[in-house]
């Protein structure tokens, strides 16, 4: 069973930076997209970010529009999360998601990261 694994959380100060990382070891196969969530104690899961492989197509929720960047570097088969311009509010537990199944459609994730945490503080 394919299986992601985060990494590249921690805690910063506001207006800090981080660089999340995203790997499926053992996999190298088909992708159809691939996602960022996060969750905070007592809140919803939150969609952050998306990426389509073919094309590159990206999206992002409001809250990160601007301050965060999705990309993926194939050769390393490696999924990356840069958030910029830190703030307490990011404050979460992070996931990595993928789609390796679809095509054609929306991303439907049924593969799911363990979570890397990161902590902003003011």
């Known amino acids: 069973e394919v299986q992601l694994v985060e990494s590249g959380g921690g805690s910063v100060q506001a207006g800090g930076s981080l660089t999340l990382s995203c790997v499926a070891p053992g996999y190298n196969g088909y992708h159809y997209c691939m996602g960022w969530f996060r969750q905070a104690p007592g809140k919803e899961r939150e969609a952050i970010a998306t990426?389509?492989?073919?094309?590159?197509?990206?999206y992002y929720a409001d809250s990160v529009k601007g301050r965060f960047a999705i990309s993926q570097d194939n050769a390393k088969n490696t999924l990356y999360l840069r958030m910029d311009s830190l703030k307490p509010e990011d404050t979460a537990m992070y996931y990595c998601a993928a789609d390796l199944e679809g095509a054609a459609r929306e991303c439907e994730f049924n593969y799911w990261g363990q979570g890397t945490q990161v902590t902003v503080s003011s």
């Open positions: 990426m389509y492989t073919a094309g590159g197509a990206t």
